[in-house]
């Protein structure tokens, strides 16, 4: 899983935004929380990962969680999953930075959400599946394309089947759906998912 991460962000997620990063496997032990470094914490479910609690220690650094029971509770690819956890951390660790949308409402920077769904995941050689993921003009209001790595969207902004992306309007933040894919329970799996991820990671702070 790790090394298909890896190969996507030393290829081609590095040729659209120019940033990389390396990746190292580290298993669980009680020296973890001494080693310097952005992690992403891969554990089965969220209540493990609630319960680790070990977060605070190093809470300076951007920490992503990637659980695995539950991606594939909710017909996720884990590997998708991570891969997902680890560009979003790339462009936007602080899960601070936005973007204006041509309504004038706010937009969170990430970089996975709008393509997330495992229809748009794509394989490089024998790797594992990865999450297709928006290019910088995506967040560029008439930019031209490409808009995501897969160019499956046709305009910035636009979310693929399945995708969301949250978005600050009047004061609050919700979360935006593509409305062609309506469909409650994918929904509420999305919601549940997103709150295991990005929203989750913004809770830990
Ligand atoms: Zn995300």
């Not at 001494?34 to 969220?46: D, F, H, K, L, P």
């Not at 970089?111 to 910088?136: I, K, M, Q």
């Not at 490409?146 to 969207?153: A, E, N």
Request: charged share 20%; net charge negative; glycine share 8%.
């Amino acid at each position: 899983m790790v090394a298909s991460v890896q190969a996507q962000v030393d290829g081609e997620f590095q040729n659209v935004w120019g940033i990389r990063a390396e990746l190292r496997p580290v298993v669980w032990s009680s020296a973890m929380p001494t080693i310097q470094g952005w992690r992403v914490i891969v554990a089965n479910n969220s209540d493990q990962a609630g319960d680790l609690g070990y977060h605070d220690e190093t809470g300076v650094l951007p920490t992503g969680y990637v659980f695995v029971e539950d991606a594939i509770k909710y017909g996720v690819t884990p590997s998708v999953t991570l891969s997902h956890e680890v560009l979003e951390m790339l462009i936007d660790p602080w899960i601070n930075a936005t973007a204006i949308m041509p309504d004038g409402s706010v937009c969170s920077y990430e970089v996975c959400d709008a393509v997330e769904d495992d229809r748009w995941s794509y394989v490089v050689g024998d790797h594992l599946p990865v999450s297709n993921f928006v290019t910088p003009a995506w967040f560029t209001p008439h930019s031209p394309g490409p808009w995501d790595f897969k160019q499956v969207l046709r305009q910035p902004f636009q979310l693929a089947r399945g995708g969301y992306i949250a978005v600050f309007k009047n004061g609050h933040w919700s979360q935006r759906f593509d409305s062609e894919s309506f469909d409650t329970k994918q929904q509420a799996a999305r919601i549940e998912k997103g709150r295991f991820s990005r929203l989750y990671r913004r809770t830990m702070r």
